[in-house]
């Protein structure tokens, strides 16, 4: 693994040598360009949704802030997003400061395991260099194959995540 002040890069000496794949944190510029993949994470999230989120995490920082509290993620090659990751930085009642990671996705059809240890080295590099005690992940509850990615990384399930979506109230609608 090669890194830079900007870029972290592994590559995969394995069959078909020669597969660069570099981490970069999401630049505003790009976040357009990161909506497929969302897009199979999260079916039924718009374009407008996904660049609000992203707009917010990201905030006015540079591409190469890799210290900020809030960001996203990803890992590229030939110029395209094969997988990301959002975070942030919060305090933890068990480990003072956690780097709390969602939106895990990976799109690569060949080495889609390289791609994931790429994005989890950094995980564990960021919540070091944010002085986290611990980095805790919340996974789609349908994607089998990132938990067990993850545990074989060194994660333990720590108990459960529940949602309760609540009702949207429309636009006009007073509170």
Known sequence: MVRGPEVACLQDMGPGRGMDYHIRHL???QIAQAFPLIREYAQGISLDQWTQF???VIGNKGAGDRTS?????AAERLGYIRGLFSYAALPDLRHERVLLVQDFNVVELVRRDTVSQLLL???SALARRLSCGAVHALLQSESEWALLHFQRHGHQLQGTALCRPLVQLP????V
């Open 54 to 56: 992203a707009e917010s």
């Open 27 to 29: 630049a505003l510029k």
């Open 171 to 174: 636009a006009s609608a007073s």
């Open 121 to 123: 080295m950094e995980m």
């Open 69 to 73: 509290a809030s960001g996203i993620v």
